[in-house]
């Protein structure tokens, strides 16, 4: 069994920051790719960033590239989710996830096998 806690979210001003953190537990990240997806009210869970297993592959939805930065800490058993120059329209919640079938990023929402509850991020102009 894996559990994935999600914090950090906040209300947050346009143009602000805030890192998000996933604790994991019940696995090390050993292996295991990571990332975050996030959805809006009445839309569907989207993708925002993956990282490898080593930290040295990295991908990220074009809405969020430059701004976000993913990175994990396989010794605390950590992700994070770096968001700087928040918009309103990264509103949502937040999901961690983890894909424990590779170790390499990738965006395909069917294969990660464990989700956290979320944790919600919400910009205000």
């Known amino acids: 069994q894996v559990q994935l806690v999600e914090s950090g979210g906040a209300l947050v001003q346009a143009g602000g920051s805030l890192r998000l953190s996933c604790a994991a537990s019940?696995?090390?990240?050993?292996?295991?790719?990571m990332g975050w997806f996030r959805q809006a009210p009445g839309k569907e869970r989207e993708f925002v960033a993956a990282?490898?297993?080593?930290?040295?592959?990295?991908g990220y939805a074009d809405s969020v590239k430059g701004r976000f930065t993913i990175s994990r800490d396989n010794a605390k058993n950590t992700l994070y989710l770096q968001m700087n120059s928040l918009k309103p329209e990264d509103t949502a919640v937040y999901y961690c996830?983890?894909?424990?079938?590779?170790?390499?990023?990738?965006?395909?929402?069917?294969?990660?096998?464990?989700w956290g509850q979320g944790t919600q991020v919400t910009v205000s102009s």
């Open positions: 019940g696995r090390t990240f050993s292996s295991y790719t």
């Open positions: 990282i490898s297993w080593s930290g040295g592959r990295t």
């Open positions: 996830a983890l894909d424990q079938g590779t170790w390499l990023p990738h965006a395909s929402r069917q294969d990660y096998d464990y």
